[in-house]
T-cell receptor, first 117, second 115 residues
Framework: AQKITQTQPGMFVQEKEAVTLDCTYDTSDQSYGLFWYKQPSSGEMIFLIYQGSYDEQNATEGRYSLNFQKARKSANLVISASQLGDSAMYFCAMREGRNTGFQKLVFGTGTRLLVSP | DGGITQSPKYLFRKEGQNVTLSCEQNLNHDAMYWYRQDPGQGLRLIYY???????QKGDIAEGYSVSREKKESFPLTVTSAQKNPTAFYLC??????????????FGPGTRLTVL
């Protein structure tokens, strides 16, 4: 079964508008972590935001926020006030077993975001 | 500046040749990773290492080999046994410990093309 599902291959948004990128996950662990990474055309993966499964509040980091709905197993990324530089691929990833030492990341297939002027 | 460097940025290889991709980090991280990315796909884990002189296979280790002789370095060799090596390769590192975010930091990647 796919662990991380990103159903939107591509999204378009106008500059200064907000956009939500969807991510659903599948795990039987109670302890896990969710990450969002941005990959510009240069290829490097840039860490954006993290949500732990026991975190009571939704994570926020500047213009990025994570809409974490544990019961629905979703961890959507919200980008407010989009900028042209936000155009990139966005990947959702999950790490299981937060409190057991090393845990590998499992990535979704990504969503390509294009921001238009 | 602390970070991860990968070299070369672009690499061309003839079929049947082994090639080695370099990855160096000066973040003092214990754990290092190699991922492969194919067009339109997410990242898949090839190998990882939690400590010097120790490494483990990831999900797609066949046709690859690694070494971890120094904390800062984690080179990846793509051998001739790898059937479809053309891909984008990303190296990452992180602190590893119980609890905490422990996000992975990535290098700029190496694009390997087999001619």
């Amino acid at each position: 079964a796919q662990k991380i599902t990103q159903t939107q291959p591509g999204m378009f948004v106008q500059e200064k508008e907000a956009v939500t990128l969807d991510c659903t996950y599948d795990t039987s662990d109670q302890s896990y972590g969710l990450f969002w990474y941005k990959q510009p055309s240069s290829g490097e993966m840039i860490f954006l935001i993290y949500q732990g499964s026991y975190d009571e509040q939704n994570a926020t980091e500047g213009r990025y926020s994570l809409n974490f709905q544990k019961a629905r197993k979703s961890a959507n990324l919200v980008i407010s006030a989009s900028q042209l530089g936000d155009s990139a691929m966005y990947f959702c990833a999950m790490r299981e077993g937060r409190n057991t030492g090393f845990q590998k990341l499992v990535f979704g297939t990504g969503t390509r975001l294009l921001v238009s002027p | 500046d602390g970070g991860i460097t990968q070299s070369p940025k672009y690499l061309f290889r003839k079929e049947g040749q082994n090639v080695t991709l370099s990855c160096e980090q000066n973040l003092n991280h214990d754990a290092m990773y190699w991922y492969r990315q194919d067009p339109g796909q997410g990242l898949r884990l090839i190998y990882y290492s939690q400590i010097v002189n120790d490494f483990q296979k990831g999900d797609i280790a066949e046709g690859y080999s690694v070494s971890r002789e120094k904390k800062e370095s984690f080179p990846l060799t793509v051998t001739s046994a790898q059937k479809n090596p053309t891909a984008f390769y990303l190296c990452a590192s992180s602190n590893e410990g119980r609890g905490g975010m422990n996000e992975q930091f990535f290098g700029p990647g190496t694009r390997l093309t087999v001619l």
